[in-house]
């Protein structure tokens, strides 16, 4: 049982670091929610796998069930708003709505006078 826990486990793990090239061409809502209740349904399944081996008999076979709900969760975490803009790509070099405001108000900041310390 060991050899396709190791193989699972390094494909699952391929898989949610590649996730961000991905996830946003998948077309799927983006949900905190359910991508963090899955993330630590994993964790906790494992946890309990591992810290009471006698309880679960199947606790192997358990385990590798935790690998699909962690890269499920993990895909839902980095997926893209549905209609979102993602303003890092800078495809067609327009500024965000906020980017006005936040320089007036950082140049509001750095004109103002200020004390030499001590």
């Not at 699972?8 to 996730?19: E, F, H, K, N, P």
């Not at 905190?32 to 309990?48: E, F, M, N, Q």
């Not at 796998?49 to 935790?66: I, K, N, S």
């Amino acid at each position: 049982m060991f050899l396709p826990t190791v193989v699972i486990g390094c494909t699952v793990v391929a898989a949610i670091s590649a996730a961000p090239l991905y996830a946003p061409r998948l077309h799927l809502r983006r949900s905190h929610g359910l991508g963090t209740a899955l993330v630590l349904a994993a964790v906790g399944i494992v946890c309990c796998c591992a810290g009471a081996p006698d309880r679960f008999p199947l606790g192997a076979e358990l385990a590798l069930c935790a690998f699909p709900l962690l890269l499920a969760g993990a895909v839902l975490l980095l997926s893209d708003e549905p209609g979102g803009r993602d303003w890092d790509s800078g495809s067609d070099g327009d500024e965000p709505p906020w980017w006005p405001e936040f320089e007036r108000d950082f140049r509001r900041y750095a004109r103002r006078p200020r004390l030499p310390v001590g």
